[in-house]
């Protein structure tokens, strides 16, 4: 069965920085757009960014565009994003997804598997 696990998470002070990883399984990791989404208490789940089934198309939210990266790598089957210049408002619960369409054309609806989350919290 696919099973998304997501690693990484914690407290960190703003301006501080955290890489969070999700490590994949189940189905060919390479033949699917992969995706990262947050969850601010009492909001809706927001995407973040996204990445090509070869990495090379990157999609950023633009309030994270410059800060974090994301990145894979499909020979270990796991997608990464890096955050930096963490900020309060990145506080969330950061999600993988993963998704059958081009990452072009991927909305929130396409991701058909979820990983159980991992906490961010940015203090100021």
């Known amino acids: 069965q696919v099973q998304l696990v997501e690693s990484g998470g914690g407290l960190v002070q703003a301006g501080g920085s955290l890489r969070l990883s999700c490590a994949a399984s189940?189905?060919?990791?390479?033949?699917?757009?992969m995706g990262w989404f947050r969850q601010a208490p009492g909001k809706e789940r927001e995407f973040v960014a996204a990445v090509s089934w070869g990495g090379g198309a990157i999609y950023y939210e633009n309030s994270v565009r410059g800060r974090f990266t994301i990145s894979r790598d499909n020979a270990k089957n796991t997608v990464y994003l890096q955050m930096n210049s963490l900020k309060p408002e990145d506080t969330a619960v950061y999600y993988c997804?993963?998704?059958?369409?081009?990452?072009?054309?991927?909305?929130?609806?396409?991701?058909?598997?979820w990983g159980q989350g991992t906490q961010v919290t940015v203090s100021s």
């Open positions: 997804a993963r998704s059958g369409i081009m990452v072009q054309l991927a909305k929130i609806r396409d991701y058909d598997y």
């Open positions: 189940g189905y060919t990791f390479s033949s699917y757009t």
